[in-house]
T-cell receptor, first 114, second 112 residues
Framework: KAGVTQTPRYLIKTRGQQVTLSCSPI?????VSWYQQTPGQGLQFLFE???????NKGNFPGRFSGRQFSNSRSEMNVSTLELGDSALYLC?????????????FGPGTRLTVT | GNSVTQMEGPVTLSEEAFLTINCTYTATGYPSLFWYVQYPGEGLQLLLKATKADDKGSNKGFEATYRKETTSFHLEKGSVQVSDSAVYFC???????????FGAGTRLFVKA
């Protein structure tokens, strides 16, 4: 089985711009979760999509949004970028159904905001 | 609410030393427990898991036992290698809402 893929792997943007990140889950998985990882804040949950619906949401401002398509691929969008948005963005896929809820992570997208 | 607390790092060990990384949790119901590992420049990988009390998860020489009485899931390895240098995350899942709760991560350095 192919793993979770994320594109692009690296991105440099300027403050005020917007960015879209993409995640393709493992085939057959219907849940995609997004996380922001920074040295200061650690791993923080952004949101989770299951069958095209946002099922869980973390405590991030509305500038962070996402969506999921019918083939389970997901995109995450950040508008009006700030310097503090520089981070590694990880997506994780899972079946989204019963126990044990294990997740499979992609390699991440490294976003640098200048 | 549900939470995971793991020991602060970094933890620095010499090769072949014994490793313990402590993890305790607070949860309602009967969560599943996980250890994930993140090598430099990569995403997280599932290292091992346990789905019920007294279960022992094991993989690549690492072990952790789900202790409900002490709400703990400590990670152990009898003899670490330089290649084990990474960040280790304890996590809790299946407590409702299909969310995974991660600990802050513990960085391990193993010296040759």
């Amino acid at each position: 089985k192919a793993g979770v893929t994320q594109t692009p792997r690296y991105l440099i943007k300027t403050r005020g711009q917007q960015v879209t990140l993409s995640c393709s889950p493992i085939s057959g998985h219907r849940s995609v979760s997004w996380y922001q990882q920074t040295p200061g804040q650690g791993l923080q949950f952004l949101f989770e999509y299951f069958s095209e619906t946002q099922r869980n949401k973390g405590n991030f401002p509305g500038r962070f949004s996402g969506r999921q398509f019918s083939n389970s691929r997901s995109e995450m969008n950040v508008s009006t970028l700030e310097l503090g948005d520089s981070a590694l963005y990880l997506c994780a896929s899972s079946s989204g159904l019963a126990s044990p809820y294990e997740q499979y992570f992609g390699p991440g997208t490294r976003l640098t905001v200048t | 609410g549900n939470s995971v607390t793991q020991m602060e790092g970094p933890v620095t060990l010499s090769e072949e030393a014994f490793l313990t990384i402590n993890c305790t949790y607070t949860a309602t119901g009967y969560p599943s427990l996980f250890w994930y590992v993140q090598y430099p420049g990569e995403g997280l990988q599932l290292l091992l898991k346990a789905t019920k009390a007294d279960d022992k998860g094991s993989n690549k020489g690492f072990e952790a036992t789900y202790r409900k009485e002490t709400t703990s899931f400590h990670l152990e390895k009898g003899s670490v290698q330089v290649s084990d240098s990474a960040v280790y995350f304890c996590a809790l899942g299946g407590t409702g809402g299909f969310k995974t709760i991660f600990g802050a991560g513990t960085r391990l350095f193993v010296k040759a």
